[in-house]
Structures are given as structure tokens and as C-alpha cells.
């Protein structure tokens, strides 16, 4: 198991709760269209957002972009060159245990 601060543990829920605010509305519709239904009367589980939203490596853009804007600012990043080392070495399942509190719904729609 990879070790991580209680800060870049936040920093990772907030990578992968970011992603879930800019797909999340697109991924209700597309499962409307899907099953015939207006997207008002669709929802995804927790685990169905979680999975989308860890997918295709957009919470690793996500640091990396604060990482820039934390160097650009002349801040110092939480988000290190070790960070995403460990974060790209952290096992899916692992992940999923870090980014779950960051859903607190059961069920999530429009």
C-alpha cells in the first residue's frame, strides 16, 4: 500500500470530485438517453461516479494542473513530482478507498 499525508489524501479527493463536476451531468444525460427517461429521472450509484470519474486518468490531470498553477503562483505545491510518483504507483482498489469519502451521496443525478 502506498502512503500518502492526510493533505495529499484531500488533494486526491478533490482531483477526483473536480472530475465528477465536469462530467457529471453529461454522464446523467447519456444514461437518460440510454434507458429512454428525461434526465431529471435518472441517478448513478456511488460506485458507478467514482468509476467514472478515477477513469481515464483526469484526476492525474487534475494535480498536475494545480501543480502548475501552485508553481506558476510561486506556491509550494502539495502536489510533488513524489506525489504523482506514489499516486501512479497506488493500486486502483486504493484509490477507491481514498476518493470514497469524498461521495457522500448514494445516488447521484440532476
Partial sequence: MVSFTP?????????????WEEIGGDCVQALGDE?????AGV????PAVMEVSMDAGRPEQHLLRRQHRDRAAGRESIITDDFMKRFKEASYDQLKKIVRPAFTYERYGL
Avoid: F, L, N, Y
Avoid at 493533505?7 to 472530475?19: P, R
Avoid at 441517478?43 to 456511488?46: D, E, F, I, K, S
Fill in 43 to 46: 441517478t448513478m450509484t456511488r
Fill in 35 to 39: 434507458k429512454g427517461k428525461a434526465i
Fill in 7 to 19: 493533505d495529499e489524501v484531500k488533494a486526491i479527493q478533490d482531483a477526483v470530485h473536480s472530475v
